[in-house]
T-cell receptor, first 116, second 110 residues
Framework: NAGVMQNPRHLVRRRGQEARLRCSPM?????VYWYRQLPEEGLKFMVY????????ESGMPKERFSAEFPKEGPSILRIQQVVRGDSAAYFC??????????????FGPGTRLTVL | KQEVTQIPAALSVPEGENLVLNCSFT??????LQWFRQDPGKGLTSLLL?????REQTSGRLNASLDKSSGRSTLYIAASQPGDSATYLC?????????FGAGTTVTVRA
């Protein structure tokens, strides 16, 4: 059973470009979470999605950031018009279909975004 | 909102010594607490999950305890090895969001 997959592992963008980060959850998991780890800071929750639904995006910056988890295919975190402050490691996690409380989250290897 | 603190920020021990890593949280209505290991430039590896109804969990040389009344969790690593060198993160959740501590970076000297 493959773990959570993220790609690309490293992404370099110039200011003003768009960044698209992909996450494929573990097989059988339909709950996806995105977290961000800024340099010298801890991981912070960004968004929680189920298939075709955004459940909680309270941790997402109000502008330029969006996330989706379509019926088919990976979850996408999209950052428009990137700025240097977006440079960070972005981690995706997934939990089993039963979801809800007391569910262990499994993390992917992360995408390290560098904005020049 | 759950706030999680880990002290100390860094720890260096000789090989063979037992490790004790501390984690404190502010909201005792915690649903579960999860311990992770993160190697430099890598992702997070889940080590142990303790549900709110449990007091401790064990896996091999690792043992984690949870005391909701005092707002503390402790991760014990027995007979440390150089391969245990990494950053250890604890994260608590009151729902589906994990709130992370800043981590304790452990160095085990051979």
């Amino acid at each position: 059973n493959a773990g959570v997959m993220q790609n690309p592992r490293h992404l370099v963008r110039r200011r003003g470009q768009e960044a698209r980060l992909r996450c494929s959850p573990m097989k059988g998991h339909s709950h996806v979470y995105w977290y961000r780890q800024l340099p010298e800071e801890g991981l912070k929750f960004m968004v929680y999605l189920q298939k075709e639904n955004i459940i909680d995006e309270s941790g997402m910056p109000k502008e330029r950031f969006s996330a989706e988890f379509p019926k088919e295919g990976p979850s996408i975190l999209r950052i428009q018009q990137v700025v240097r402050g977006d440079s960070a490691a972005y981690f995706c996690a997934s939990s089993p279909t039963t979801g809800g409380l007391n569910n262990e989250q499994f993390f992917g290897p992360g995408t390290r975004l560098t904005v020049l | 909102k759950q706030e999680v603190t880990q002290i100390p920020a860094a720890l260096s021990v000789p090989e063979g010594e037992n490790l004790v890593l501390n984690c404190s949280f502010t909201d005792s209505a915690i649903y579960n607490l999860q311990w992770f290991r993160q190697d430099p430039g890598k992702g997070l590896t889940s080590l142990l999950l303790i549900q709110s109804s449990q007091r401790e969990q064990t896996s091999g040389r690792l043992n984690a305890s949870l005391d909701k009344s005092s707002g503390r969790s402790t991760l014990y690593i027995a007979a440390s090895q150089p391969g245990d060198s990494a950053t250890y993160l604890c994260a608590g959740s009151n729902d589906y969001k994990l709130s992370f501590g800043a981590g304790t970076t452990v160095t085990v000297r051979a």
